[in-house]
């Protein structure tokens, strides 16, 4: 449903007097998501998911840069639901956020919430998804902003855009699999199948007729919006004999960078644009997991779907790429760190060159105790719990109410505003010796939120350990995009690779895969008031403790304060 709004720049006055040419546009978008109960056969067997209108994915949602998008969520399943606006600034509108008890209460069973915002100052590819346990494993689908009408991309337009979705698929329910291993203090199990837009493949059981299929024309070029849905793997994306053309990450554009591979870390998204210019023949797209954990059992099946020319004359057996090992930290490395911000997009901004706040952040697993009276041991290693932390605290969301509204309403005793600007304890961060160290292993619960003041520049080191193990994290920032200064691996050592920071082109993203073993550093500028979660968006991690909060406080003047909340917000 769209309603049409011109907004004429003054144009009836300034018209008066002089030509008017420039008139801003803008729309409101307006959807409905039914949530609710849906029986599907996948792997040969029927599972009960939870979905959005019934489809996996769930409807793509299309809207210009500038519009405002109203999306009204009627919760008809059995869970509690919150949606996710994955990437959306939310200038002012953090209580649209969505993460469960970081923005509002759950929407419970039965009830509805109507999520509004305006989306401004990214173009590109997003995402929404379920904020609530693992549901997002189903409730998710693409969320594209297009330029606004009379404006462009910073590239030739494509013949059609075609989103990509890669999923990760259960024979089980994945709510039932997350709360089986957080009250064991256990690893959950492992996925059963990789999807594209929700098929998994000919690679798998009675899954012939259920694998994704593009038909291109030759010599056409297609912007392919690629989106990692998946819970917990990076993904490697291939397709046979073919080039692509990186052009926006996580709805920021990016200098064309050419490529035959993809990385991608859950949260993240790439668009690229694929030329069919290869023989008319038929070649598979596939995935496999970037598994950067060693020793970790993983789901290490690959997902394929089939790219058909119209013009082949013949069915012919697709062509498969050949994909990179499932450890194949160098060729992650070389996409993650080749891609570079596109300067001229008009929503660049430049890294600002004054930091306000300096952060040095420790990330990774650990262990809670398990807390099981009588001497009972739980599932983790040593008989603990597995955790995860950031400088050795362990996030616990509150459960009564949202952070948001502790904040907006001065309620006490639901965070404190103490998580430190560095580690509590140095030590050598990503020595494998120290992984199961016993004196620096365990870690404690806490809801620690860092409180920084209106239109600060933050900067972040993001630090490995090799607690328990190392593996690549993929960090998620709510409500802000961040320039990616530099990465590597080891220890940071300020000395040498300060020296290494782009400033000035570095890639913009709200999602960023600290490299295995390694470092990252970010740098964002916090000019939008409100709780801002920042998290692994590895869902193996987030109830683990892997997050904390950004609390920025309000600004100066009323356009810079954060609104009351919608009367239909959720209460606990
Ligand atoms: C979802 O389903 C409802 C009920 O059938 C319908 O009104 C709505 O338009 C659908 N929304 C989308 C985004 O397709
Ligand atoms: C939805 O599915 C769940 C899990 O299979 C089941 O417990 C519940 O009864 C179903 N609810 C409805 C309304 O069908
Ligand atoms: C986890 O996997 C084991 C072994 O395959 C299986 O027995 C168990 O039912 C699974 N648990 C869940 C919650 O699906
Ligand atoms: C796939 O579809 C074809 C054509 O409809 C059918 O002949 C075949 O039996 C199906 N295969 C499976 C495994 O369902
Ligand atoms: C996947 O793992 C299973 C069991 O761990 C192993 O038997 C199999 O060979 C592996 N497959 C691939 C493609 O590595
Ligand atoms: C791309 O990555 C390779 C391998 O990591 C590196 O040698 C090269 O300098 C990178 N190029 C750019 C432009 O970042
Ligand atoms: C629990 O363990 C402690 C120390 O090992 C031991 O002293 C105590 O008797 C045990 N308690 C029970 C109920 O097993
Ligand atoms: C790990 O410990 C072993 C045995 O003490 C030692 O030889 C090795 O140098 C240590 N490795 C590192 C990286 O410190
Ligand atoms: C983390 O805190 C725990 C206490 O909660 C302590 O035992 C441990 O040594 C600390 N570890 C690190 C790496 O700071
Ligand atoms: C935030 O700071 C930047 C850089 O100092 C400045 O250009 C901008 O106007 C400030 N924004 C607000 C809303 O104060
Ligand atoms: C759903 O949310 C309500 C309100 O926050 C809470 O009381 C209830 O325990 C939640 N239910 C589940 C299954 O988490
Ligand atoms: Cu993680």
């Not at 999306?71 to 606006?85: E, F, G, K, M, R």
């Not at 991309?153 to 259960?170: A, S």
């Not at 600007?421 to 860092?450: C, E, G, Q």
């Amino acid at each position: 449903m769209r309603h049409q709004i011109f907004l004429l720049f003054a144009c009836t006055i300034i018209a008066i007097f002089a030509s008017c040419s420039s008139y801003v546009s803008a729309e409101v978008v307006e959807h409905s998501f039914h949530v609710q109960n849906r029986t599907i056969t996948r792997l040969c067997r029927r599972q009960v998911i939870t979905a959005v209108n019934g489809s996996l994915p769930g409807p793509a949602i299309r809207v210009n840069e500038g519009d405002t998008l109203v999306v009204h969520v009627y919760n008809l399943s059995p869970y509690n639901l919150t949606i996710h606006w994955h990437g959306v600034f939310q200038l002012l509108s953090g209580w649209a956020d969505g993460p469960e008890f970081a923005t509002q209460c759950p929407i419970r069973p039965g009830h509805s919430y109507t999520y509004k915002f305006k989306i401004t100052g990214q173009e590109g590819t997003l995402w929404w998804h379920a904020h609530v346990s693992w549901l997002r494993a189903t409730v998710h689908g693409a969320l594209i902003i297009r330029p606004k009408k009379g404006h462009s991309y910073p590239f030739p337009k494509p013949y059609r855009e075609v989103p990509i979705l890669l999923g990760e698929w259960w024979n089980a329910n994945v709510v039932d699999v997350e709360n089986a291993a957080l009250a064991t203090g256990s690893a959950p199990n492992n996925s059963d199948a990789y999807t594209i837009n929700g098929w998994p493949g000919d690679l798998y059981p009675c899954s012939v007729n259920q694998t994704y299929k593009l038909k291109v024309k030759h010599g056409k070029t297609y912007l392919l919006r690629i989106i990692n849905a998946a819970l917990n793997n990076q993904l490697f994306f291939k397709i046979a004999n073919h080039k692509m053309k990186v052009v926006a990450v996580d709805a920021a554009y990016t200098d064309p960078y050419v490529t035959d591979v993809v990385v991608t870390g859950p949260g993240q998204t790439t668009d690229v644009l694929l030329t069919a210019d290869q023989l008319p023949a038929s070649y598979y797209m596939a995935a496999n997991p970037y598994a950067s954990a060693a020793g970790v059992p993983f789901d290490n099946t690959t997902t394929r779907g089939i790219i058909v020319y119209e013009e082949a004359l013949l069915a012919s057996t697709p062509i498969m790429p050949i994909l990179p090992a499932f450890n194949d930290t160098p060729t992650a490395h070389k996409f993650f760190t080749n891609i570079t911000g596109l300067v001229t997009s008009p929503f660049w901004n430049p890294p600002s060159r004054k930091v306000d706040e300096h952060m040095f952040i420790t990330i990774g697993l650990g262990l809670t105790a398990c807390g099981k009276s009588r001497n009972a041991t739980c599932g983790g290693p040593n008989g603990q719990r597995f955790s995860a932390s950031m400088n050795n605290a362990s996030f616990q969301f509150p459960d009564k109410i949202s952070m948001l509204e502790a904040f907006f309403y001065n309620v006490g005793g639901v965070y404190t505003t103490d998580f430190p600007d560095k580690p509590p304890l140095k030590f050598d961060y990503t020595n494998p010796n120290n992984s199961m160290n016993p004196a620096i292993i365990m870690t404690k619960k806490s809801t620690k939120v860092k409180k920084i003041k209106f239109n600060s520049t933050v900067e972040i080191v993001f630090q490995n350990t090799a607690l328990i193990g190392i593996e690549n994290h993929p960090i998620h920032l709510h409500g802000f995009n961040f320039h990616v200064l530099a990465q590597g691996f080891g220890n940071y050592n300020p000395a040498v690779d300060r020296k290494k920071f782009n400033l000035v082109n570095p890639q913009e993203r709200n999602t960023i895969g600290v490299p295995v073993g390694g470092w990252a550093v970010i740098r964002f500028r916090a000019n939008n008031p409100g709780v801002w979660l920042m998290h692994c968006h590895l869902d193996v991690h987030l109830p683990w403790g892997l997050a904390t909060a950004f609390v920025v406080e309000n600004g100066p003047t009323l356009s810079t304060t954060l609104p009351p909340p919608p009367p239909d917000l959720p209460k606990c």
